[in-house]
C-alpha cells in the first residue's frame, strides 16, 4: 500500500517519525506512554506514543517519540516542555529527525 502523492490528506499513511513528531529524552526508565500521554495530551491531540525499550533488557532507552497531529501542538509542546522537571529529571523535547535508512 502506498500512500497518497502531493499535498492535502496529511492523515495519510507515512512514516511513524513525520513532521509532527517529537522527541524527548532523559525520561525515567518508570516512565510509561501513559505518562507521557498524560504530560502531553494538554496541548493537543496525539496519534501515537513511542518508548524506546532495550531489545535484550526491555527496560526503557530514556527516550520517546510523540506524534501530533497538529505541528502547532507539537511546537507548544515543544515550547512548553523543553526543559521542564519531570520525575526528577529535566527532559530535553524537540523536533525528531528523519529516520535514517539502514544500509
Request: net charge negative; proline share 5%.
Amino acid at each position: 500500500v502506498r500512500a497518497p502523492q502531493g499535498g492535502g490528506g496529511g492523515d495519510s499513511m507515512r512514516r511513524p517519525r513525520d513532521e509532527n513528531s517529537v522527541r524527548v529524552t532523559n525520561l525515567s526508565e518508570d516512565t510509561r506512554e501513559p505518562d507521557l500521554q498524560e504530560l502531553f495530551r494538554p496541548f493537543g491531540h496525539i496519534s501515537r506514543t513511542y518508548i524506546a525499550y532495550d531489545r535484550e533488557t526491555q527496560e526503557s532507552r530514556g527516550f520517546a517519540f510523540i506524534n501530533f497531529v497538529s505541528r502547532d501542538d507539537a511546537a507548544r509542546a515543544i515550547k512548553a516542555l523543553d526543559g521542564y522537571g519531570y520525575d526528577n529529571l529535566i527532559l530535553r523535547v524537540e523536533w525528531a529527525a528523519p529516520r535514517e535508512e539502514r544500509a
